[in-house]
């Protein structure tokens, strides 16, 4: 079951799912960005995940795409958060301690920062990380 309240981060692979209406997720992503845009949840994530979503579409010249991200990450109400010297630090540690790649950990730090009450994500390697209220997309849609 997704979140219905408080502040829930996600990593990059949400709002790929979500602007490119993924068949597996997106309805299931659905509900969480109504209650979203209705303003019973936050929704935060690194300003990280700008680079992250940008890659393909830029490479691929799609200006369209890139400006549907740019509208969900920048024009909306998602709190992006800046990487602090806290943040990296942190990250480092997590890296240090799991087999998460430095994106991952830069993700897994700023959500512990932040103390958001889930972590979305559909990388089950998140949860090696101690302390991160993680929930796996597939194992919902499994459930």
Known sequence: ML???????????????TIEGNPDYYSLLKPLWFKF?????????????LMEVLVVPLRNGNKSLVADYE???????????PMSQLILRQAANIRATSNLKTPDAIHAATALSVNSNQFITNDKGFR???GLPVITLSEVLAS
């Open 71 to 81: 509208e969900l990450l920048l024009s909306s109400q998602v709190q992006l958060i």
């Open 3 to 17: 979140p219905t309240s408080g502040s829930i981060y996600i990593d990059t692979s949400v709002a790929i799912y």
């Open 37 to 49: 845009y209705a303003g019973e949840i936050q929704i935060i994530s690194s300003e990280l995940i």
């Open 128 to 130: 090696n990380v101690p």
